[in-house]
């Protein structure tokens, strides 16, 4: 209730009776009221409250003094001083108020209460999350004693909010570390200054985390968040933090415990090594991992399962991290051969295996586009591909393990070279397969979880589909009236989710790009249905989606799009409009404009009055300083014009309705003045807007002279040039449009 | 430690696979603009030779 009536003025008294209420002697009443005052804090925007910061305080901080009898109204008291935190910025300023709160929490970490306890240290790393600049002093005098001993407690809720404590450290200074170096990038000062708590605390703090790691819990299955879990997460966030000071003191604990008898050391070896991969030099990393790997892919046949799973994942980060130290001739046989024997164990193992060879595919295969006739990874690709295929002909999907497969072989298929190109086929027939047994059992379905279940597998089916059509690119025509029957088959389907259809477009996306004109024989079954999922805007994500292949189809097709073009124009110009619309897909609404005109040319003509006008006032919208979420937006939505404003120039260029442009032109030169003039446009925006420059200029040549001989033009395009805040091409299209301009105006 | 594949939602795939596609169209989009720009370029640049 306060959260609605406090922010219109309503419920004026509420914290006066709440803090009469916390100064009676009756315990119940104190605890219960405190607990108010802690949702009342949680719930409501800070500004609100912050009038009544004083008084909220004083009463909380009583409550979570040492002199408190009653550890339940402590509690209480804390619990809502972790919710008020937010709104005591000034408090915090003052000294002499934060000694104060500081020091009540630190008492309250040495209650003989654990839950008072636990909460204390859930309150400091609130504190350390919100007030790190205010940190130094108390860290020295206090804080690094507290949470060391914290991590030692028996009780591991104590002990999980004392590593806790220390992972938060580590994100602040790994946040601080790149502000510093976006900073120095830019040529300035950073705002904030690290103080390398992590780094003066290493030597107290590490060998309680790698003790820490061997106090794993012995059930493998559960989920539970536990104080081990907690020490490796810690250790990984230590190593981004530190960087190559963390090494000297974990390989030592590696060495000694990799190959001990207690499956919990090695277990615990294992976690550190993989836990330090991302942070330290690779340089320094590699001769390590090059002496660890063949101890590692032995380990994958360890007797506990538990061992297996770690091994396997740090498996992953070797092979996503630091793939040089994989050596063809040396390691990949025996790799792969452990990854692959890997897909026959427990789930999770299965995951991290799945998880390594996508890491595999990613580092060796590649990149996509880019041709190669083979890969490191080609000799390998059809046993994998048949140890995917045969692991995910399974039923259930536990730990994501199916998911998982499916996806390494959606990435495998997208990172292959020319000697694959047969595997990939066969995984084409074998999807289809599969999908076409879907879709034969849909009568099948019981009930809602065997619903979501079957959608699922649909989703991934689909998802390694498009990937194949992607890397089969042309080569795919063969079997393109199968797909197409399928996956029409599917969206005709009524009972299918919303998700399925996302799928679903995005394959057919893949097919217009692969086919190109030759998608012209099915545009007429499917623009229907796109038509049919432009018209309902509250399932916003399908939305963006269909919007995003009219796009595609347009790119396809050419000026054979023109016959759907009126339908299409008709429905985005309403969704343009709609209210009910989620806003992040109008940008992608105007850009779609921009492909449409390119496509069709001069037939876009007939809808220039509507598209200009709607332009003109998304161009025309501002964001208010410092709401750095609008400031995005507008960002988005300015891309969105001038991709706009670029598919209709070009489109229309060389052709007569070229001039029917000509009196919306002072418009689009406001608006790119206006956009080059606002500081907080981006790099990608200010290259939109100067290749729409070169575009009139060479679509308008000389008509434009007084619009460019604008001093603001010129000025644009040398800072573009010049500046080092602008990237190799935007200074390329700024080459490219002062030619054009200088060509026009000559 | 599970790897990110396992520990992915399905709702944090389809955003994956979203933006993929929407990265796709940009990199074409971008490819045909740039195209119809050097195309800009060399014609006139072959007109001014001729």
Known sequence: IAEIELPMGGWPDLIRIMLENISTDNATLKQSTLQAIGYVCEATDPSVLASQSNDILTAVVQGARKEEPNQEVRLAAINALINSLDFIKENFEREGERNFIMQVVCEATQSTSSDVQVAAFQCLVRIMQTYYDKMRLYMEKALFGLTVAGMNNEDDRVALQAIEFWSTVCDEEIDLKEELLEAQEMGEQPERQTYHFAELALGDILPVLLWILTKQEEDYDEDEWTVSMASATCLSLLAQCVGNLVIGPVVPFIESNIQNENWRNREAAVMAFGSIMDGPDPNVLTPLVDQALPTLIAMMKDPVVHVKDTVAWTLGRICELLIQCIKPEVHMNELVSALVYGLQDSPRIVGNCCWSLMNLAEQLGPAPGDEAPTSTLSVFFEGIITALLQFTERSNNEANCRTSAYEAISTLAMYSANDCINTVQRIVLTILDRLEVTMAMENQILDADDRASHSELQSSLLGVLTNCIRRLSRDISQVADRIMTVVLQLLNNQSKQATTTEDAFLAIGAMTSALEADFNRYAELFVPILCNALQNPSEYQLCFIAVGLIGDICRALGKDAAPYCNNLMQLLVTNLQSPVLHRTVKPAILSCFGDIALAIGESFGAYLDVVMMVLQQAGSMRAERDNYEMIDYVNTLYEGCTEAYVGIVQGLNGTPQAQMLLPFLPNVFEFIRCVAADQNGTDTLTRSIIGLLGDLAETFESQLKTFFQQDWVGQLLRDARTSRHYGSSTKETSRWAKEMIKRACQ | ?50
């Open chain 2, 1 to 50: 430690h599970r790897s990110p594949l396992a520990s992915r939602s399905r709702a944090e795939t389809q955003e994956k696979r979203r933006l993929e596609a929407l990265e796709l169209q940009k990199r074409q989009r971008s490819i045909t603009v740039s195209k119809a720009r050097q195309l800009a370029l060399g014609t006139a640049a072959e007109e001014e030779e001729e």
